[in-house]
């Protein structure tokens, strides 16, 4: 217990000003020390997972485009750092603005001094809540750019950027997280399934539909060719550092660590991530006689992205079944999105799309009332209580959300594809985005610019 005492101690001298500590020494301040480091932790490794979407995009597109991926990917999270802190935080977390049940309005250009030192009562400030806040958004704005892949001008980055981040992102969150009106209603989201990810993966949809497919994708009969991505270790990579991230995402969104709870989110999501990896791998074996690989990876990634609405609601046996659900959902939502003739790079509609919608949902089956009420958002599911008014909310925010989502992105990328176009020309997409749009390769040892030679 000393001993505990004295870390304790030792980690409030980092986080508070020594006088202030002095000042008030209560387990109340130490709570909020050890909170604060904890949801700054879980800042770090959320923004730590564009890491993983820089190998994962670029792993699974072409050599020619992998210099471009990565650096728009550390560009775009930059500029959306400005827009969040200038107009996204306001509407998602803003004060009353009279019609606070569908936009909040305040705190804009934030300021945590201004907006005051945590009160009494508060968990941690207002500052680390910002950061945390910001790293998700940065994440749906990632899975939007899987519909962009390989075939998007560097400008529609950034015009896309402004509207995501500034406005149709924001309003998702107030609704859901800061206090809107499917809040009220009791919809449950824990760490983002509709929030972040089927947000992310809708706007991608709209982008990949306005942009149409890469060349050489589908011949004129309707058949698809395969283009390989250049690196699957890559891709392997990147499903870990996501993976390891996601106890930020998910168990972070605790945003406490003093009853422990947090262990148990951590240990739902993990259990939803190895049966989804599970599942899509065995399911791919018995369909097409093959292990994919590239299945499993996408089927660990969907079993992440279904329970991450859910894993403060649901029992560890129902975390399993969400992820195989999962697994099995994802390997099948590919080939439907490639039978629409829809081109999906990173598999974005399937990951986030279809597992978010599916994750999302299974909190109206599988919640239970006892951590419904522990939570405090929602009730119990249909197992558990026999109701369906849990399901019902469920349904509702996806619709509700899914609908608002393909509006703004498909009129905001139409008016962006008449105005200014953004889609690059065909030759700049054959000779790749690495040289069109940034003037040099992301491997230069390995590709060489027209006309250009190498002498040993």
Same mark, same amino acid.
């Not at 980690?11 to 709570?31: H, K, N, R, W, Y």
């Not at 279809?354 to 919640?367: D, K, R």
């Given at each position: 217990?000393?001993?505990?005492?004295?870390?304790?101690?030792?980690?409030?001298?980092?986080?508070?000003?020594?006088?202030?500590? #002095?000042?008030?020494?209560?387990?109340?301040?130490?709570?909020?020390?050890?909170?604060?480091?904890?949801?700054?932790?879980?800042?770090?490794?959320?923004?730590?997972?564009?890491?993983? $979407?820089?190998?994962?995009?670029?792993?699974? =597109?072409?050599?020619?485009?992998?210099?471009?991926?990565?650096?728009?990917?550390? /560009?775009?999270?930059?500029?959306? #750092?400005?827009?969040?802190?200038?107009?996204?935080?306001?509407?998602?977390? !803003?004060?009353?603005? !009279?019609?606070?049940? /569908?936009? !909040?309005?305040?705190?804009?250009?934030?300021?945590?001094? *201004?907006?005051?030192?945590?009160?009494?009562?508060?968990?941690?400030?207002?500052?680390?809540?910002?950061?945390?806040?910001?790293?998700?958004? #940065?994440?749906?704005?990632?899975?939007?750019?899987?519909?962009?892949?390989?075939?998007?001008?560097?400008?529609?980055?950034?015009?896309?950027?402004?509207?995501?981040?500034?406005?149709?992102?924001?309003?998702?969150?107030? +609704?859901?997280?800061?206090?809107? +009106?499917?809040?009220?209603?009791?919809?449950?989201? /824990?760490? &983002?399934?509709?929030?972040?990810?089927?947000?992310?993966?809708?706007?991608?949809?709209?982008?990949?539909?306005?942009?149409?497919?890469?060349?050489?994708?589908?011949?004129?009969?309707?058949?698809?060719?395969?283009?390989?991505?250049?690196?699957?270790?890559?891709?392997?990579?990147?499903?870990? *550092?996501?993976?390891?991230?996601? $106890?930020?995402?998910?168990?972070?969104?605790?945003?406490?660590?003093?009853?422990?709870?947090?262990?148990?989110?951590?240990?739902?999501?993990?259990?939803?991530?190895?049966?989804?990896?599970?599942?899509?791998?065995?399911?791919?074996?018995?369909? =097409?006689?093959?292990?994919?690989?590239?299945? @499993?990876?996408?089927?660990? *990634?969907?079993?992440?992205?279904?329970? =991450?609405?859910?894993?403060?609601?649901?029992?560890?046996?129902?975390?399993?079944?969400?992820?195989?659900?999962?697994?099995?959902?994802?390997? %099948?939502?590919?080939? @439907?999105?490639?039978?629409?003739?829809?081109?999906?790079?990173?598999?974005?509609?399937?990951?986030?799309?279809?597992?978010?919608?599916?994750?999302? *949902?299974?909190?109206?089956?599988?919640?239970?009332?006892?951590?419904?009420?522990?939570? !405090?958002?929602? =009730?119990?599911?249909?197992?558990?209580?026999?109701?369906?008014?849990?399901?019902?909310?469920? $349904?509702?925010?996806?619709?509700?959300? &899914?609908?608002?989502?393909?509006?703004?992105?498909?009129?905001?990328?139409?008016?962006?594809?008449?105005?200014? &176009?953004?889609?690059?020309?065909?030759?700049?997409?054959?000779?790749?985005?690495?040289?069109?749009?940034? &003037?040099? %390769?992301?491997?230069?040892?390995?590709?060489?610019?027209?006309?250009?030679?190498?002498?040993?």
């Amino acid at each position: 217990m000393i001993k505990k005492t004295f870390l304790a101690l030792g980690l409030m001298t980092i986080l508070f000003p020594v006088a202030a500590f #002095a000042e008030d020494p209560s387990g109340a301040t130490l709570d909020m020390g050890l909170n604060s480091l904890w949801v700054m932790l879980a800042f770090i490794l959320v923004l730590l997972m564009q890491g993983g $979407f820089i190998l994962l995009e670029a792993g699974s =597109t072409r050599m020619k485009n992998a210099g471009h991926v990565a650096g728009k990917t550390i /560009f775009t999270v930059g500029l959306a #750092a400005l827009i969040y802190w200038a107009f996204g935080y306001g509407i998602a977390f !803003g004060g009353d603005s !009279g019609l606070s049940q /569908f936009i !909040g309005w305040g705190d804009f250009f934030f300021d945590p001094q *201004l907006a005051g030192d945590a009160a009494a009562g508060d968990s941690f400030p207002n500052g680390v809540f910002f950061l945390f806040q910001l790293a998700f958004a #940065a994440i749906s704005l990632s899975i939007a750019w899987g519909g962009f892949a390989e075939r998007a001008k560097l400008s529609s980055y950034i015009v896309f950027t402004l509207f995501f981040v500034g406005l149709i992102y924001p309003i998702v969150a107030h +609704w859901i997280w800061g206090g809107g +009106w499917l809040a009220e209603d009791g919809a449950q989201d /824990f760490a &983002g399934s509709t929030v972040v990810h089927l947000t992310g993966a809708l706007a991608a949809f709209a982008a990949t539909v306005l942009l149409k497919p890469r060349i050489g994708k589908f011949n004129k009969d309707g058949s698809a060719n395969e283009i390989l991505g250049h690196n699957q270790v890559f891709t392997a990579l990147s499903v870990l *550092l996501l993976w390891v991230g996601w $106890f930020g995402f998910n168990a972070g969104s605790t945003v406490a660590i003093g009853d422990g709870f947090f262990t148990y989110v951590a240990f739902t999501t993990m259990l939803a991530a190895g049966a989804g990896g599970v599942a899509a791998l065995l399911i791919s074996w018995a369909v =097409t006689g093959k292990a994919d690989i590239t299945a @499993m990876l996408n089927g660990t *990634l969907a079993g992440l992205v279904a329970i =991450t609405a859910s894993c403060a609601f649901v029992d560890p046996w129902a975390a399993v079944v969400i992820g195989l659900v999962a697994g099995m959902l994802v390997f %099948y939502s590919v080939k @439907m999105f490639e039978k629409l003739k829809v081109d999906d790079p990173i598999y974005a509609l399937s990951v986030h799309g279809m597992a978010g919608i599916w994750g999302t *949902l299974a909190n109206g089956i599988f919640a239970t009332q006892e951590l419904a009420d522990k939570v !405090g958002v929602g =009730t119990g599911g249909l197992i558990d209580t026999g109701s369906w008014k849990q399901l019902w909310v469920q $349904f509702e925010s996806v619709v509700v959300v &899914g609908a608002f989502v393909l509006v703004a992105s498909f009129l905001v990328l139409g008016v962006m594809k008449m105005i200014m &176009g953004f889609r690059v020309t065909e030759e700049q997409e054959i000779i790749g985005l690495d040289l069109s749009e940034h &003037g040099a %390769y992301g491997y230069p040892e390995q590709m060489k610019k027209p006309g250009q030679t190498f002498e040993g």
